[in-house]
């Protein structure tokens, strides 16, 4: 079963991205690839750090790619840590 799969390009006019700023992350997955991409977290300020957005109960995760949007099953994401690239 795959890990991951692509979902849909959203184009960067879409409201739905404006809402909250990009988060560049690397996601490391269980089955050994790694994710680079974007992440929203839709938290209140003061609870938006990374390590809030990944203990969230949802059982998926979005993550933007250079080739479209991603829904990543959290059981399987091993590392997840914030880049210097958005």
């Known amino acids: 079963m795959s890990t991951c799969r692509r979902i849909a390009i959203l184009p960067s006019s ?9 988060r560049a992350v690397e996601m490391l997955l269980s089955n050994g690839r790694t994710i680079a991409g974007t992440v929203r977290v839709y938290r209140p300020a003061g609870r938006d750090r990374l390590s809030d957005y990944a203990r969230l109960p949802e059982p998926f995760r979005y993550v933007e790619t250079a080739d479209g949007a991603l829904i ?3 059981a399987h994401i091993v590392e997840l840590r914030e880049t210097s690239e958005a």
């Open 14 to 22: 879409s409201p739905l991205l404006a809402i909250n700023p990009a």
């Open 72 to 74: 990543v099953n959290c």
